[in-house]
């Protein structure tokens, strides 16, 4: 079993930064694909961007050149910098990863810009 631990969330203003992170931790051997979905109530989980264990990166259009999907290997973590952050911006941010051709999921964080 997998787990996924995010942190980060908050409140900031428009134009303002935040920085996400999701640490896996459990029966891990090696871990794929690690990424960002978010979804705001009502809707459809969304895409956000995705990193390969190669570094390999992949955005939505709406935060690229905004955000930024980083990882650590060593420690199983991926990190979101947030930058340039909007209203729109505002919802809850999910993290996954790919391990052993599952998918795994983080329990969400909450982020709201305020105008």
Excluded: H
């Excluded at 900031?12 to 896996?24: D, P």
């Excluded at 969304?46 to 905004?66: L, M, P, Q």
């Excluded at 990190?79 to 729109?88: A, I």
């Amino acid at each position: 079993q997998v787990q996924l631990v995010e942190s980060g969330g908050g409140k900031v203003q428009a134009g303002g930064s935040l920085r996400l992170s999701c640490a896996a931790s459990g029966s891990i051997f090696s871990i794929n694909r690690m990424g960002w979905y978010r979804q705001a109530p009502g809707l459809q989980r969304e895409f956000v961007a995705r990193i390969s264990s190669g570094g390999n990166t992949t955005y939505a259009d709406s935060v690229k050149g905004r955000f930024t999907i980083s990882r650590d290997n060593a420690k199983n973590t991926v990190y979101l910098q947030m930058n340039s952050l909007k209203p729109e911006d505002t919802v809850v941010y999910y993290c996954f990863a790919v391990v052993a051709g599952r998918n795994y999921w983080g329990q969400g964080t909450q982020v709201t810009v305020s105008s």
